[in-house]
T-cell receptor, first 112, second 112 residues
Framework: SQTIHQWPATLVQPVGSPLSLECTVE??????LYWYRQAAGRGLQLLFY??????ISSEVPQNLSASRPQDRQFILSSKKLLLSDSGFYLC???????????FGPGTRLTVL | GESVGLHLPTLSVQEGDNSIINCAYS??????FIWYKQESGKGPQFIID?????DKRQGQRVTVLLNKTVKHLSLQIAATQPGDSAVYFC???????????FGRGTSLIVHP
């Protein structure tokens, strides 16, 4: 069966510090991968998605970036965090060509 | 896409009652619909999906109804339990699109 992991589960970072969140998927090959952010009480905001290694599409211009160094690894990064980057970050995967997305447990990021 | 709004609609029910959560979608070309459950502090969990060639699909204690004429989707939960308390949101997709559109969510509160 497929599983998706995210770490860390929680993170508290000062403004201006760098960020690296990691997501890995097991049990499937060549998945579509996604990064979402969810502010408290709000819906899902798609940040990035990837249909293959090295292929990244950005949905929202901001100070975040994503990379996919391996087939089942997706990384969300920032060089300098802003207060507005606080939120719940979710990674998801889907089978190529299908629509159902399966989400990871999320990372709670607080920028102080 | 992002759902916008500071306050989620809320449905309060008594334990044992049946719950009905509604979702209106906008894209008449959408052919795939998904319901997710998100508990506090966790990632969304897939519940059930339905294709546009169906108008009803049943799972364990859940039923999804699709009315394409009025572009409406509903999730029925039978014999609601306290463990069903969560935010429920729908998603719509079309033609194997990589990116479904998520609804803003409804908070279900089950009182013992």
């Amino acid at each position: 069966s497929q599983t998706i992991h995210q770490w860390p589960a929680t993170l508290v970072q000062p403004v201006g510090s760098p960020l690296s969140l990691e997501c890995t998927v097991e049990g499937t090959s060549n998945p579509n991968l996604y990064w979402y952010r969810q502010a408290a009480g709000r819906g899902l905001q798609l940040l990035f998605y990837s249909v293959g290694i090295g292929q990244i599409s950005s949905e929202v211009p901001q100070n975040l970036s994503a990379s996919r160094p391996q087939d089942r690894q997706f990384i969300l990064s920032s060089k300098k965090l802003l207060l507005s980057d606080s939120g719940f970050y979710l990674c998801a995967w889907s089978v190529t060509g299908a629509d159902t997305q399966y989400f990871g447990p999320g990372t709670r990021l607080t920028v102080l | 896409g992002e759902s916008v709004g500071l306050h989620l609609p809320t449905l309060s029910v008594q334990e044992g009652d049946n719950s009905i959560i509604n979702c209106a979608y906008s894209n008449s070309a959408s052919d795939y619909f998904i319901w997710y459950k998100q508990e506090s502090g966790k990632g969304p969990q897939f519940i059930i999906d339905i294709r546009s060639n169906m108008d009803k699909r049943q799972g364990q204690r859940v039923t999804v109804l699709l009315n394409k004429t009025v572009k409406h989707l509903s999730l029925q939960i039978a014999a609601t339990q306290p463990g069903d308390s969560a935010v429920y949101f729908c998603a719509e997709g079309s033609g194997g699109s990589y990116i479904p559109t998520f609804g803003r969510g409804t908070s279900l509160i089950v009182h013992p």
